[in-house]
């Protein structure tokens, strides 16, 4: 019965994070002459908390995994379960009004129950989350967050314990917060899928639909029904104009002390650091996060310095364990778009820009997608539909967003590189320059091979831009990746960049 096997330990990125663990997995043998209720696209915790619930209601569901669950972001996320969210309740009301903002906390609070009533083997830990704040500045907005969270109904307190070496001028607490391990929990559900009847076919890039009669195909998959639980849904299409790409890094590191924080721990800087223990392979270790910055705008390595400067200002580090970046996206008008997909046929459906909090609205959105593949009413599905119309307020972000792509469409083609030559390319780095006036995104590996790559984005044209940590060609419109072969490892994009043979000596 046993067709396929999987090792969950890879994912879109160089860098290891400590969730990567091997994993071995058998799969039952798909079928492919039915015609199944649902296709899901994507194994992370969107795509299996939503291939779950509809297995477990009746149906019969196929997932398919571009490569193995878990590979994209939920594999590099730091696993924060929290009743607060990037998006502030005050934001959203403003943006929303009181009822939508209500709605939206209690979106984030079943996200949470489903998590808690899921996991099984998966560290799932309750401890506190705190937010403090260091200037007046600061101070205001935290007095902000705590009157739009009490206004909304979610329980949050001022305190002045804190358990962290900054020094701070307030403090807002919130009980039981949760932390896990991601992949552990993505094999609970998908223990439970599987289990309930589902399949999963792994290494199977869906790269859209053809839709006759009802029935859409995808080589030689058909369902009644498809879901792209794939943050941005493959190829040009409206969100991305609505979402823009986002990296976060995070490093865990060995104190001297052997001391560390059992709580989920958040400054309030711009961009933000977090710090939060989690036991991995016996080993405590403090995981310390933030500085997120716009995909492909910033040099990673430089954010990873940063990091690394701040934890060794507050903290004795003996070791560094890990070090690894992800990436989300986030909405142009604060809430995630979930449901079914503008200028698409009827009966497919997304979920994206759910910010910093994957995991909540990760799991709420598996709830309110399987609802309405079963043609159940979900009480989120109007706050959150990918059609609604803009509040005015996101208007100009929306205009900002936009300009930017332009900007990069444009200027990163005529952008002086101040590394013309191959020759100067160090093993182990990649650049984008010119050859024969050619752009070319060149790659040396270690052995001292260059990779070359045409370096316009196979989605919409833009230049891709180097991301050393990760070793991968970043693209800084709407968030494509490749690897160093030019391999498509986050979408929109569908395409490999193509190789090209070029001269080294030029
Ligand atoms: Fe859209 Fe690259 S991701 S142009």
Known sequence: ?????????????ASQSPWQQPVLKAFPATKNDLVYDALVVGGGITGLTTALLLQEAGKQVILAEA????????????????TFADTTYREAESAFGEDGAKLFAEAIAEGFALISSRQKDCDFESKPGYL??????EVKQLDEIYRGAVKVGVPVAYTDQVPTPVPFKKALVWDRQAQFHPLKYLQDLQTAFLAAGGRVKINTLITGVETKDGIHVSGDIQAKAVVYATHMPPNINLFNFECAPYRSYVMAVKLKSGKYPEALIYDSQEPYHYVRSHVINGEELLLVGGLDHKTGHEDPDKAFANLDQYVRKYYSVSSVKYRWSSQYYVPVDGLPYIGQMPMAAEGIYCATGYNGNGMMLGSVAGKILSDMVRNQPNKYEKLFSPARIKPLDSFSEFVKENADVAYHFVADRVKVHETDSLKRLQPGTGKVVEVDGQKVAAYRDEA????????????????VSWNGEEKSW????HGARYDIRGKVLTGPATKDL???????NK
């Not at 019965?1 to 990125?13: F, K, V």
């Not at 001292?448 to 230049?463: D, E, K, Q, S």
């Not at 193509?498 to 080294?504: A, P």
């Open 1 to 13: 019965m046993a067709t396929e096997t999987q090792l969950i330990n890879t994912r879109d990125g």
């Open 67 to 82: 490569h193995s669950p878990g590979f994209g972001t939920t594999g590099g996320t730091s696993a924060h379960i929290n």
């Open 448 to 463: 001292g091979n260059i990779h070359a790559l045409n370096p316009v984005c196979t989605h919409a044209g833009c230049i």
């Open 132 to 137: 403090y704040a260091e200037t007046d500045n």
């Open 474 to 477: 970043d693209c800084p419109c």
């Open 498 to 504: 193509l190789t090209l043979n070029i001269n080294e």
